[in-house]
């Protein structure tokens, strides 16, 4: 019912910045504005984790820890899209960025690896 397609991804500097956008397609009788919608990340040899969230359910994003005050969550209704920008970028950042979205998941209190649909990802490199 919900199609999603990243972009964005690249090769960056530690300190630098990059912009992943989502786009979210929804089948005819679908409402995309209140999924739950969130990034994850998985980097190379370890298991996939959350990175962001938001679920429409409150004013307040999720983030993991690590990411906090250098990543912000947005959200395009009009566009059809979220972002997430990514500021003051780390070597740790480094690994395959996904989108995923779920009609009745909850962002806390972290996002669950188990939502419905899922973007192919777009790879972030951080490195010197």
């Known amino acids: 019912q919900f199609e999603l397609a990243e972009s964005g991804g690249g090769f960056v500097q530690p300190g630098g910045s990059l912009t992943l956008s989502c786009a979210v397609s929804a089948a005819s009788g679908f409402n995309s504005d209140k999924i739950t919608i969130g990034w994850f990340r998985q980097a190379p040899g370890k298991e996939r984790e959350g990175v962001s969230c938001?679920?429409?359910?409150?004013?307040?994003?999720w983030y993991e820890e690590s990411v906090k005050g250098r990543f912000t969550f947005s959200r395009d209704i009009a566009q059809e899209r979220v972002t997430l920008q990514m500021n003051d970028l780390k070597p740790e950042d480094t690994g395959l960025y996904f989108c995923?979205?779920?009609?009745?998941?909850?962002?806390?209190?972290?996002?669950?690896?188990?939502?419905?649909?899922w973007g192919e990802g777009t790879l972030v490199t951080v490195s010197s």
């Open positions: 938001d679920d429409t359910r409150d004013f307040t994003s």
């Open positions: 995923a979205a779920d009609l009745f998941a909850t962002c806390w209190p972290r996002p669950s690896g188990d939502m419905a649909y």
